[in-house]
């Protein structure tokens, strides 16, 4: 069973497209996290939720919206694509918060045309 | 703010020599500390980590870090590398922010290159 799960795995769409990225995680972690990979590897935190509670919400554009339907799910939503949001989105769970370390997903590489 | 710096980029070294990754962070509260390893197309995984106790921490795959709080630093240490453990490395620190929650940084990463 994977425990962090991420759909799709690959996302091409054109400048000014919504998409959806998925996650789950069946670990009974109580925190879930989305980072965004640039091209030279840079990792940065974008948000986090704890008990479906949003508890980080780092400098991201507002057309970037996280929902989290139940404790096991956590999905970034995306308006009006842009070229620069071309990168590799990885979804997070963890236990007790940033106090234990982080499962992460496979990652959704997102290209935007 | 919280900042976590690796301080090289790039690490190239020849299997069976030794290598170490340095991680320093800025925190001087009580902090939490984690070395994750990216292999190509995959996502991170936890290679080791420091939440309390003896200050040496080991992998199972033979590599260790030391939390120096004196010189808040983590560094990676492994004695004698494999071509399998080229990868991407990165550093991880959690301390607590205001308003109470651990929020996590990671530094920029260690690209480590192992030669035959």
């Known amino acids: 069973d994977t425990a962090v799960s991420q759909t799709p795995k690959y996302l091409v769409t054109q400048m000014g497209n919504d998409k959806s990225i998925k996650c789950e995680q069946n670990l009974g972690h109580d925190t879930m996290y989305w980072y965004k990979q640039d091209s030279k590897k840079f990792l940065k935190i974008m948000f986090s939720y704890n008990n479906k509670e949003l508890i980080i919400n780092e400098t991201v554009p507002n057309r970037f919206s996280p929902k989290s339907p139940d404790k096991a799910h956590l999905n970034l939503h995306i308006n009006s694509l842009e070229l620069g949001d071309s990168a590799v989105y990885f979804c997070?769970?963890?236990?007790?918060?940033?106090?234990?370390?982080?499962?992460f997903g496979p990652g959704t590489r997102l290209t935007v045309l | 703010a919280q900042s976590v710096t690796q301080l090289d980029s790039q690490v190239p070294v020849f299997e069976e020599a030794p290598v170490e990754l340095r991680c320093n962070y800025s925190?001087?509260?009580?902090?939490?500390l984690f070395w994750y390893v990216q292999y190509p197309n995959q996502g991170l995984q936890l290679l080791l980590k420091y939440l309390s106790g003896s200050t040496l921490v080991e992998s199972i795959n033979g590599f260790e870090a030391e939390f120096n709080k004196s010189q808040t630093s983590f560094h990676l240490r492994k004695p004698s590398v494999h071509i399998s453990d080229t990868a991407e490395y990165f550093c991880a620190v959690s301390d607590k922010r205001t308003g109470g929650s651990y929020i996590p940084t990671f530094g920029r990463g260690t690209s480590l290159i192992v030669h035959p």
């Open positions: 925190s001087s509260v009580s902090v939490y």
């Open positions: 997070a769970s963890s236990h007790r918060q940033g106090r234990n370390e982080q499962f």
